[in-house]
């Protein structure tokens, strides 16, 4: 097991290595393998990739992402400057069914409502936005439709997790009931965790998962 000391500095290291965070107002806590992320960004892109780069680094076990977004006078924008703007920046991406979604902005921070077929169209919409000026964050509410799943749905998604070179599919465990999928078992970081849940939102017919998934880094070492 890594010493905290050890992992906070390898995060700290990874935050610094990243071109796309100012991390001078970035700090970072480390319990057990838990880590608090808590400072100020100057935008909401900044708070998501400093998150990203927390996932990477081997040893984490958990993240609390504290990090506010304060903005520069500069990039400050009205509620209605920054609706226009995603409202604008959903059209223009392909993969979003633009017409389905509404956007609501309070204080900066966008809320995303509405109901579309597939998850990746969920994904692309808050993708959309991310690096709108003046974005402070996001609430992403857009549901899927419910569709018929297939019979033989645990075998799909468990055959697509064997696929991925990223997971160790003999740790997860899959159990389906109606359109809600679990997960169970150890992986060993927490990018991998949210690597199964991304392979599980993809197979049609879910519609919500249940990620009980523990990090636990020492099976990196067969302990």
């Known amino acids: 097991m890594r010493t905290d000391t050890a992992l906070r500095n390898d995060i700290m290291a990874e935050l610094n290595w990243d071109p796309s965070i100012r991390h001078e107002d970035i700090a ?15 935008t909401y892109a900044q708070r998501y990739a400093a998150e990203r780069a927390a996932e990477r680094v081997t040893g984490v076990r958990a993240i609390a992402n504290d990090l506010i977004v304060k903005l520069p006078g500069a990039m400050v924008r009205s509620d209605a400057d920054l609706a226009h703007a995603a409202v604008n920046a959903l059209q223009w991406d392909t993969q979003v069914p633009a017409d389905q979604i509404t956007v609501m902005v309070t204080d900066g921070m966008v809320t995303l409502d509405g109901m579309v077929d597939e998850y990746y169209q969920r994904t692309a919409a808050e993708r959309a936005i991310r690096q709108l000026t003046g974005l402070k964050g996001v609430v992403n509410q857009i549901r899927l439709r419910l569709v018929a799943a297939p019979a033989d749905i645990k075998q799909r998604i468990h055959t697509s997790l ?61 302990v």
């Open 162 to 222: 064997v696929r991925h070179a990223a997971l160790d599919a003999d740790q997860i465990d899959v159990q389906v009931r109606g359109s809600c999928v679990t997960l169970s078992g150890i992986v060993a970081s927490v990018a991998e965790r949210r690597n199964a849940e991304a392979v599980v939102w993809n197979a049609r017919g879910v519609t919500s998962v249940v990620n009980d998934i523990t990090v636990s880094p020492l099976i990196l070492t067969g």
């Open 28 to 42: 970072v806590a480390v319990h057990g393998g838990v880590i608090t992320l808590a400072g100020t960004v100057n």
